[in-house]
T-cell receptor, first 110, second 112 residues
Framework: GQNIDQPTEMTATEGAIVQINCTYQ??????LFWYQQHAGEAPTFLSY????GLEEKGRFSSFLSRSKGYSYLLLKELQMKDSASYLC???????????FGKGTKLSVIP | DADVTQTPRNRITKTGKRIMLECSQT?????MYWYRQDPGLGLRLIYY???????NKGEISDGYSVSRQAQAKFSLSLESAIPNQTALYFC???????????FGDGTRLSIL
């Protein structure tokens, strides 16, 4: 089984940088995904990490440390449209099933 | 047109009724999934299928059944709906391997 923890809510200011953390415990790790979900809409894929280190994609970056069971999503130059829930999800070795955390609701304020 | 289409988008029904939610995709993916999302609980996997003849239970399959009629179609049934099955249901697809999942727009189901 897997256990995934992320903060429930965060607030940040437009133009700032915010880091959303995710910790996980799993019997076998095969990769970590971040998804963005606006209220009432479908989740959309943001990033994927399977090796340790930082993956950068424009304003969004994601970091993974497998030894610590830890990832973060970094959002730079925040915009109002970044207000959404951010879902951390882990795949278990051999199954390719995704187990999702409960999500972090980010509110960007002016 | 959406790559992953769910029908209906909204449904209100009564306890005890049989409900079918449909999902079709034009992405050519082999793998399809059904999730439910509840406030405070996140997305939870109900069933998944890696091919037409392959059906697997997820974390919360009790009270649900699925049918993979073709590569492009995966339907979810509630044989006798109960109020605690009120939720937002998502279908998703992915390629083989550790590829990202692509979600439909969801079906909001209310059971009275």
């Amino acid at each position: 089984g897997q256990n995934i923890d992320q903060p429930t809510e965060m607030t940040a200011t437009e133009g700032a940088i915010v880091q959303i953390n995710c910790t996980y415990q799993t019997s076998g790790f095969n990769g970590l995904f971040w998804y963005q979900q606006h209220a009432g809409e479908a989740p959309t894929f943001l990033s994927y990490n399977v090796l340790d280190g930082l993956e950068e994609k424009g304003r969004f970056s994601s970091f993974l440390s497998r030894s610590k069971g830890y990832s973060y999503l970094l959002l730079k130059e925040l915009q109002m449209k970044d207000s959404a829930s951010y879902l951390c999800a882990v795949t278990e070795a051999g199954s390719y099933q995704l187990t999702f955390g409960k999500g972090t609701k980010l509110s960007v304020i002016p | 047109d959406a790559d992953v289409t769910q029908t209906p988008r909204n449904r209100i029904t009564k306890t005890g009724k049989r409900i079918m939610l449909e999902c079709s995709q034009t992405k050519g993916h082999d793998r399809m999934y059904w999730y439910r999302q509840d406030p405070g609980l996140g997305l939870r996997l109900i069933y998944y299928s890696f091919d037409v003849k392959d059906i697997n239970k997820g974390e919360i399959s009790d009270g649900y059944s699925v049918s993979r009629q073709a590569q492009a179609k995966f339907s979810l049934s509630l044989e006798s709906a109960i109020p605690n099955q009120t939720a937002l249901y998502f279908c998703a697809t992915s390629d083989a391997g550790n590829q990202p999942q692509h979600f439909g727009d969801g079906t909001r189901l209310s059971i009275l």
